[in-house]
């Protein structure tokens, strides 16, 4: 309904323009100076309507400035045709209401400022003035508005037509100061008129005409003269004492934007305590962040398009100027959110890395002012300021890429300290991501101490407790992180390199549960890794303080908190696999005792750990497939392990398991390396042993009617292969005889019923035919008749 109204009040307010313009023109075509001034301030009466919203007011009054233009024009020609200026200055002044005869002299004022026929200043003085007549906010408004905007091109400034004499320029300057304060109160009054509950949509309209009061700091930002110091001793402080008195939330908030954007970046540079004094004085409820971070990013452009530039902001103490005035502002704000001081600290940080890159004493020194600041809050639990903290961390992050200089920062953990645990992990994540996506080395344990403090997130559970509600996809994603970080860590020197394992194990153990079974394995391998390197070299180059030995640190993972703690979290065969790469690396650097070690625990971990049938199958052939490639041992220790092994494959629940377990343990007795490690008897009793348990197998199989014999002919043929394996490795007890026997076996079993590893078959015929062929092996292979499977 209101807006309904509004736009018949400005259909009919237009009309009657445009009616009195259609006058106003015939009068100026007839040269009648009287009529035009009358038709001229008929029209200019309808400005004086407080009907209309500002918005439909500008409509209005863009109509009536058109018309302004060509009364200005014919003014200019009355002159020419021999009117005196002066009479028509006074003669527009018996305009019958004040608006329209202020509008009309500021009119003929422009024309009577060039005609030169009275200095620029006196007449802008006395147009200034006059226009305090008017104290209706909108109606004053739009009155300077147009002032300003007829006299703009007008002004003394240095190098224009309009150039007075001595201090001109500074009179120009002073209108301009002069009516923008006017026009500023003006616009500030405009919230006090209406109704209470109509003060949002009063906020919005004076929002809306916010560019005509701006306008006026762009005029000054354009005048001729207005140097430096002009502008340090009487251009901002006179701005900033109209911004601060007015304590108004939109004005302070726009005009210190305008500030900033309007004039100079070399004078923002060096009034820079000036300006940044006047920000703690603003109403609490302006947001400063816009307002600073306005200032920090022109001054950020400023610095890297102008090298020269540089030494002027070490030369103002920029830094330690925006550092100040930023505590005074959290400080002043006291219910400033957590959020908000933040943001300030971020914005700050950003202009030191701009500026400042090399600098990293500034940087620790924001963040420690962020620490202070956060010591009130306690850790955050607002999402929007985590957000903030996530953002300002890594600030410096993606300006260095590497993680190492980072680590400098002393006060960089401590901000890590206010954050959440979820908040905390995602920045730990973003920290190993830098580390892996730039390939940063990182050299030395103290810097993997301080790395692994920042990655704690990822590496332990806060408070002892695990988050059960984790996506089990995103955790093991998490995890393998931490691994692809432990991999990344390396020094030349091994004495340093151990350094680093010792601290890595420090704070891998200290994960939960659920992290050490993709946690301690990378850990490990890190350290067999060194142990590689160090087995070239001599035993103990470095002494026997040095940590850096194969034995001291294959000790350091035999240690119960070390691989062990594995077992204690449900993951004993991934503990059981890496008991044996440690005991092959001590096998190839000669330690049999620590070997031994290795595997006694392996054999424990086997008794009391694993239970699952299948599990032991796995495990059982990892243990032999390792003890086979030990060469350390002495016979007894020898014997101790291999009688252990066996005996193990004969407890394995199902036949076909320890059929296969023990002949894999006839490799135990059989090395190719050395002939004290070749026992073929031994080697033949753990074969005819699998074949016992294969034909008990097979006596099963007979006895269930209907049951193919697939699995029991499959051991069958594997032993076959293994009889042929020791053969042709040399072994005297193993005769073409004995495998003839064997292979009538299968064919007597095979023709019984369909045994389904025809396949197999076939390819060990072809084989034993192409060795029957072969130089060197044909006298071995003599005995064994093909016919049989004819």
């Not at 200055?89 to 018996?94: D, S």
């Not at 004290?676 to 031994?682: A, C, I, Q």
Request: charged fraction near 25%; charge should be negative.
């Amino acid at each position: 309904m209101i807006a309904d109204d509004d736009e018949k009040w400005l259909a009919a307010a237009i009309a009657a323009v445009k009616q009195n313009a259609f006058y106003m023109q015939r009068a100026i075509d007839s040269n009648n100076l009287k009529d035009a001034l009358k038709f001229s301030a008929q029209m200019l009466s309808e400005l004086r309507t407080s009907k209309l919203s500002p918005h439909k007011y500008y409509e209005l009054y863009m109509r009536v400035f058109n018309e302004l233009g060509t009364l200005e024009i014919f003014f200019k020609e009355e002159t020419g045709r021999g009117c005196s200026i002066a009479e028509l200055y006074e003669l527009v002044q018996h305009a019958g209401n004040i608006l329209p005869r202020l509008y009309l002299l500021c009119t003929i004022g422009s024309v009577y400022i060039k005609s030169k026929d009275v200095t620029t200043t006196d007449i802008l003085k006395d147009l200034v003035e006059m226009c305090r007549a008017v104290q209706h906010p909108l109606r004053g408004l739009f009155l300077r508005s147009y002032l300003a905007q007829v006299t703009r091109d007008k002004l003394p400034c240095i190098g224009s037509e309009l150039e007075g004499d001595g201090d001109a320029h500074m009179d120009a300057l002073e209108f301009v100061l002069q009516n923008f304060t006017e026009m500023n109160k003006l616009w500030v009054r405009m919230q006090h008129q209406g109704p209470s509950r109509e003060k949002e949509k009063r906020e919005k309209e004076r929002n809306e005409l916010r560019d005509l009061v701006g306008k006026n700091l762009h005029v000054l930002s354009q005048l001729e003269g207005v140097d430096l110091g002009i502008y340090r001793d009487t251009v901002l402080p006179r701005i900033l004492e109209q911004v601060v008195n007015c304590k108004d939330e939109l004005a302070q908030c726009y005009l210190m934007d305008c500030i900033i954007q309007v004039f100079p970046d070399d004078f923002h540079l060096q009034t820079l305590d000036v300006l940044l004094g006047a920000c703690p004085q603003l109403q609490p409820s302006v947001d400063i962040k816009t307002v600073l971070s306005g200032l920090m990013e022109r001054l950020s452009n400023y610095a890297a398009s102008s090298v020269e530039a540089l030494p002027n902001f070490l030369q103002v103490e920029a830094f330690s100027k925006f550092n100040y005035a930023i505590g005074k502002v959290v400080e002043a704000q006291v219910d400033l959110p957590a959020a908000g001081s933040v943001t300030l600290y971020l914005f700050l940080l950003k202009f030191t890395l701009h500026v400042y890159s090399d600098r990293l004493d500034y940087v620790d020194q924001v963040l420690g002012s962020c620490v202070t600041q956060l010591s009130a809050t306690g850790k955050l639990c607002d999402d929007k300021a985590a957000k903030q903290i996530v953002a300002f961390l890594s600030a410096p992050l993606e300006k260095y890429n590497n993680v190492v200089t980072i680590l400098k920062l002393t006060n960089y953990p401590q901000v890590m300290e206010y954050l959440d645990h979820e908040t905390n992990k995602a920045m730990a994540i973003i920290i190993v991501q830098s580390v892996l996506k730039n390939n940063t080395h990182i050299t030395t344990a103290d810097e993997v101490d301080a790395l692994f403090e920042l990655a704690k997130g990822l590496i332990k559970d806060f408070d002892g407790k695990i988050d059960n509600e984790i996506d089990e996809e995103d955790f093991q994603e998490e995890q393998n992180l931490v691994a692809r970080l432990v991999h990344k860590l390396y020094n030349d020197d091994p004495e340093e390199m151990s350094k680093i394992i010792f601290t890595v194990r420090k704070h891998i153990l200290t994960g939960g549960p659920k992290r050490l079974p993709l946690t301690i394995p990378p850990l490990v391998f890190s350290a067999l890794k060194l142990i590689r390197r160090l087995r070239g070299g001599d035993e103990n180059p470095f002494g026997d303080d040095a940590s850096a030995t194969p034995k001291k640190i294959l000790q350091l993972l035999s240690e119960a908190s070390t691989v062990e703690a594995l077992s204690d979290v449900s993951a004993p065969d991934v503990a059981l696999r890496l008991y044996l790469q440690c005991a092959q690396a001590a096998n190839d650097c000669e330690l049999e005792t620590v070997t031994y070690e290795f595997f006694t625990k392996a054999y424990l971990l086997y008794e009391e750990e694993i239970s699952d049938s299948k599990a032991q199958v796995t495990a059982l052939h990892l243990i032999i497939g390792t003890l086979q490639r030990m060469r350390v041992f002495n016979v007894e220790n020898r014997d101790t392990l291999t009688h252990k092994a066996t005996g193990y494959s004969a407890r394995l629940l199902r036949k076909p398991d320890q059929c296969r377990a023990i002949y894999e343990c006839a490799h135990l007795f059989w090395a190719d390396e050395g002939e004290n490690l070749k026992d073929g008897e031994r080697v033949v009793l753990c074969l005819k042993r699998a074949q016992r348990i294969a034909d008990a197998v097979q006596k099963m199989a007979n006895a269930s009617r209907g049951t193919s014999s697939t699995g029991s002919v499959a051991l069958y043929v594997e032993l076959l292969n293994k009889y042929l394996y020791f053969l042709e490795k040399g072994n005297s007890e193993v005769t073409g005889d004995t495998i003839q026997s064997l292979a009538e076996l299968v064919r007597s079993e095979t023709k019984k019923v369909e045994s389904g590893a025809e396949s197999f078959i076939n390819s060990t015929l072809r084989y034993i035919e192409f060795q029957r062929q072969q130089d060197g092996m044909s006298e071995k292979y003599e005995k064994i008749k093909m016919e049989w499977f004819e």
